[in-house]
């Protein structure tokens, strides 16, 4: 049975539910599967905190830090472009927070993501320079690193869609 997700490995939309996950059918990868941590816990409950850049060394970089801080989850975003620094800092509720990580992983399968996106040098497109790090930091001093560079996961648009609420508060001028 066909379903609406895109498998996170090629972006084949040939894809379908198996008992507790989905198979591609096209790059014959599994994913949607629960992820565990070093610790046994499930990497959606495991997720203590994240840091996210997007940009370029020459024009600068858009970052999103967050951590867990007792019952709230701090968040820090700020604009580096052209040399300023635009930065707001502030909190979300646990509940946010926890709806923010199950996206991240039952609906965007970071999980499954490649560690790295790297373009291949075809001769066919030019880059833009920009590059992005996402690290997610576990709660057992375990950190998962994704990056690329002018190259991105197929749930891309979904994660800048999760994030942009965070970039919004920026004071654009």
């Known amino acids: 049975m066909a379903n609406q997700t895109v498998c996170p490995h090629c972006g084949s ?6 008992e507790n996950h989905f198979k591609c059918n096209d790059c014959n990868l599994d994913y949607g599967r629960v992820e565990y941590s070093d610790n046994g816990k499930p990497l959606v409950e495991a ?14 970089s858009v970052r999103l830090r967050m951590a867990e801080d007792g019952d709230v989850c701090v ?4 604009d580096a472009n052209q040399g300023g620094v635009d930065k707001v800092a502030d909190v979300i509720s646990m509940d946010e927070w926890k709806a923010f990580k199950e996206t991240l992983y039952h609906k965007l399968y970071l999980a499954d993501w490649d560690k790295e996106y790297i373009p291949v040098n075809d001769g066919q497109r030019v880059s ?12 057992d001093d375990e950190e998962m690193i994704y990056r ?4 991105f ?4 648009k979904g994660f800048l869609n999760l994030i942009d609420p965070f970039f919004s508060r920026l004071n654009r001028e």
Do not use: Q
């Not at 997720?47 to 600068?60: A, E, T």
């Not at 968040?75 to 700020?78: H, I, L, N």
């Not at 690329?148 to 190259?151: M, Q």
């Open 47 to 60: 997720v203590c905190g994240l840091r996210f850049r997007y940009g370029d060394i020459v024009s600068g």
């Open 13 to 18: 939309k040939n894809t379908e539910a198996v």
């Open 153 to 156: 996961p197929a749930y891309w």
């Open 75 to 78: 968040f820090e975003v700020y």
């Open 128 to 139: 833009e320079n920009n590059d992005w790090e996402l690290g997610v930091l576990l709660d």
């Open 148 to 151: 690329g560079y002018d190259e």
